[in-house]
């Protein structure tokens, strides 16, 4: 089982900015590269939405409203990856959850979730 370590969650005012990390200590460097990276999020009483997504080969996707002020990275080398976000909104306040996931969808993993509170 691979277990994935999620950082950086807290409390900020909203047109604040915030970087969430994500660590998959027990993946090697060259399994980890083989995975697309994502981040996902769930308000209190929604469903989780899809925040960004950065594959393997470098394809990137945004949940609806997103771009512009998320964007995720990789490092490989390091088995990290990130969610830089900027100008956040009171209502981007939601429980963060990293996701690795192979391309065909075989093995898919989950972070604990952080929770991010944006203050009006």
Known sequence: QVQLVESGGG??????????????????????????????RRAPGNARELVTSLSRDGLLRYGDSLRGRFSPSRNDLGKIHSLHMKSLKPEDTAVYYCNLRTSTGADEYWGQGTQVTVSS
């Open 11 to 40: 409390l900020v005012q909203a047109g604040g900015s915030l970087t969430l990390s994500c660590a998959a200590p027990s993946l090697s460097v060259s399994a980890f590269s083989l995975y697309d990276v994502a981040w996902y």
